[in-house]
């Protein structure tokens, strides 16, 4: 009798080849020690020897009946709304806050009568003078959504888009354009009240920024573009009781799910790449940003990566676990990808191990939130993680702080070394070059082949502090696939400061093993900041702002013995972006 090589529960099938074993003995292991019991009651030992930001994290776990009880008046409140004549919303907000809401913008669309659902989580100053441009303030919500209530790049949104609103408006008209979600306490809450806003959502303050997807961060967006929320919520629940019932615990999707993943990353297994349909594509960002803020700490990680061209088995090192998320060929509208399907197969064929995720219907989508929190937290006791804090997050902050303070003193920002410049890009490193092409190639030297089993293998992550297009997202994409295939690398896309609310967690936190290159431009167009809502008067731009940010990742990476190099185009940047790419030997 051939020996077991895959685990299947109702939604799932994970084939895991030759690590069968070690996931099965770990899923034992779950089992014995009582874990999941353990979680719905709370307890922190799990994790850590201290309760802190354990105990005051794990409402989450009451999300989806909580949210449930709030249907009825969300429902009441989207229909005021369109009642008074808006038809657009503009979502301002980081990380956690932001990017539910965009899956639920891009993977359910808007229903007809409701508003479209716009976010905002860019500080280059063409992403907000996008907005200011397109959107009609006499006919845009603007929803200030913050948990700390003091996230500089939504309070600066705040500052901005109120003050704009109430030169066409009035303060007074102004105001009921603007609804607050925040925790209770916060300094969002209180300026919010004093504007008097049109509404103030007061979230349970005991659930993380990542974990909020089902509570008032995700789900008042979410209805506002007419979301059904109790069909929402409802496979939301099936989830919960799913992971609540460990009679047997092989048919419990998160348990299996995080005790295989954390299980695979034991054993060098630890780059998590997503395969996602069109219609659920955005849930990667989303899922990116649970787990890499999650598990990328204390010298360890799991790197998730999404949006990866699929390509042939020989353009991969053994460190890949690939995940499909698909909707069923039933309710599925998009056109079924072949080339994506192969692909998968080949992968899985050449010993990768595969998890395959099929959804019934969008509304899914809800289970998935929840199983994929609860095993993100079984993932966390695997690896030996704390899955609810980010200790390196503030680093950036701090630094780019620093940076604002040196320009408030001294009216410019700090300046880099110049290594090389070449046709309007220059590059940023630790000695001279004589060209492009040599930077580039000596920065790569640093990639380390490395990968036995269980020990952490490279990974290059780009990190764009650009106003994001589609010109640019396939500039990056090609850029992104040419190192694929030279490195057999993992190699992820992030868009600043967007990306200091998720993977920057990792960057800082995990084993160190990664490549980081840093894109920048010279902000042609700027947009001034308030110092307060209502008034011009203003101290910095969101230009500044976005380059005192690049600036202090850039310082928290080499603090933390990070591989860093800083590329500014100072003219076209698709061509700039063309040219490093060819450049790459």
């Not at 009035?170 to 509404?199: V, Y």
Request: proline fraction near 3%; glycine fraction near 8%; hydrophobic fraction near 40%.
């Amino acid at each position: 009798m051939p020996a077991k090589t895959s685990i299947e529960t109702d939604i799932m099938k994970i084939e895991l080849h030759g690590y069968y074993e070690n996931v099965a003995s770990r899923i034992d292991l779950l089992k014995s020690e009582d874990i999941i019991k353990r979680i719905l009651t709370n307890d922190y030992t799990i994790w850590s020897n201290k309760p802190e930001e354990i105990s005051d994290r794990l409402g989450w776990l009451d999300s989806p009946e909580k949210s449930m009880s709030e249907v009825h008046s969300l429902n009441n409140f989207a229909t005021e709304i369109i009642n008074n004549g808006f038809t657009h919303a503009l979502l301002m907000g980081m990380g956690g806050s932001s990017l539910a809401p965009e899956v639920f913008s891009k993977s359910f669309g808007t229903k007809k009568g409701y508003l479209q659902l716009f976010v905002l989580d860019s500080t280059h100053p063409e992403a907000v003078l996008r907005f200011e441009k397109e959107l009609d303030p006499g006919k845009t919500l603007y929803i200030v959504s913050t948990k700390s209530g003091g996230t500089i790049e939504t309070i600066s949104f705040m500052k901005y888009f109120f003050t704009a609103a109430a030169k066409k408006l009035g303060t007074s008209a102004a105001a009921k354009h603007f609804i607050a979600i925040t925790d209770p306490g916060s300094g969002l809450e209180e300026t919010a009240k004093q504007l008097n806003f049109r509404k103030i959502f007061l979230n349970d303050p005991n659930i993380g920024g990542r974990y909020s997807a089902l509570s008032l961060f995700g789900i008042v967006p979410a209805v506002l573009t007419g979301v059904d929320l109790r069909k929402l919520l409802n496979t939301a629940l099936n989830g919960v009781n799913n992971f609540s019932d460990d009679k047997n615990v092989y048919l419990n999707n998160a348990a299996v799910l995080g005790s295989a993943v954390g299980e695979l990353a034991l054993h060098g297994r630890d780059k998590l790449t997503f395969i996602l349909s069109k219609e659920v594509e955005s849930f990667g960002s989303w899922i990116e940003q649970l787990i890499a803020e999650s598990m990328g700490k204390s010298g360890k990680g799991i790197l998730p990566v999404e949006c990866e061209t699929v390509l042939a088995p020989s353009d991969y090192a053994n460190d890949r676990v690939f995940v499909q998320i698909k909707l069923s060929e039933r309710t599925s509208s998009e056109k079924k990808d072949n080339s994506k399907e192969r692909g998968l197969k080949l992968l899985e064929e050449n010993g990768n191990p595969v998890i395959k995720i099929e959804l019934n219907n969008i509304y899914d989508l809800g289970e998935q939130f929840f199983m994929w929190e609860a095993a993100t937290a079984i993932m966390g006791w695997v690896i030996g993680v704390h899955p609810f804090n980010q200790p390196n997050v503030e680093a950036a902050k701090v630094s780019a702080r620093q940076m604002m303070k040196q320009y408030e003193e001294n009216g410019e920002l700090p300046q880099l070394k110049l290594s090389t410049k070449e046709k309007g890009i220059e590059v940023f490193a630790d000695k001279e070059y004589p060209s492009l092409k040599h930077a580039v190639n000596d920065f790569f030297k640093k990639f380390n082949e490395g990968g036995n089993a269980g020990s952490p293998r490279s990974y290059i992550a780009i990190h764009a502090y650009l106003n994001q297009t589609e010109e640019l997202n396939t500039a990056l994409q090609n850029l992104r696939t040419k190192l694929q295939k030279k490195f057999k690398s993992a190699v992820t896309v992030g868009y600043g400061p967007r990306f200091l609310h998720s993977t920057g967690q990792l960057h800082k936190g995990d084993a160190g093993k990664g490549l980081f290159i840093q894109f920048t431009d010279s902000i042609n167009r700027d947009a001034a900041v308030p110092e307060k809502t209502g008034y011009d008067k203003t101290s910095f731009t969101f230009g500044i702002l976005i380059s005192a940010q690049s600036l202090g990742d850039r310082q928290a990476l080499l603090d933390n013995e990070r591989n860093v190099l800083k590329i500014n185009f100072n003219g076209d940047i698709i061509a700039g972006l063309n040219k490093l790419t060819s450049s790459i030997g």
